[in-house]
């Protein structure tokens, strides 16, 4: 089994940044893919962000070149950076975790979903 906590959520001005952080416990999860879904009210969730157990990332097109995916297997932790926000960035952000590749998926985990809120 696999708990994912996310943290750094909040509101922030339109043009602004916001870090997210997820801590990893349970199995080693180094044999894991990670990343970052979103989801607004009544929409469905959506990819955002994915790291790959071999290092490599792949970032979903509404975000790409806005958002950088990192990771850190020596503290079990996945990051999202999250820069020139939009306020239609506005949304629960969810971190997953999974033995296979995020998309199609579904992912095996998901964290609780941290707020992010950007004001125009």
């Known amino acids: 089994q696999v708990q994912l906590v996310e943290s750094g959520g909040g509101l922030v001005q339109a043009g602004g940044s916001l870090r997210l952080s997820c801590a990893a416990s349970g199995r080693t999860f180094r044999i894991y893919n990670m990343g970052w879904f979103r989801q607004e009210p009544g929409q469905e969730r959506e990819f955002v962000a994915q790291s790959f157990w071999n290092g490599g990332t792949y970032t979903g097109d509404s975000v790409k070149g806005r958002f950088t995916i990192s990771r850190d297997n020596a503290k079990n932790m996945v990051y999202l950076q999250m820069n020139s926000l939009k306020p239609e960035d506005t949304a629960v952000y969810y971190c997953?975790?999974?033995?296979?590749?995020?998309?199609?998926?579904?992912?095996?985990?998901w964290g609780q979903g941290t707020q992010v809120t950007v004001s125009s």
């Open positions: 997953a975790a999974s033995s296979r590749s995020l998309r199609p998926g579904p992912p095996d985990y």
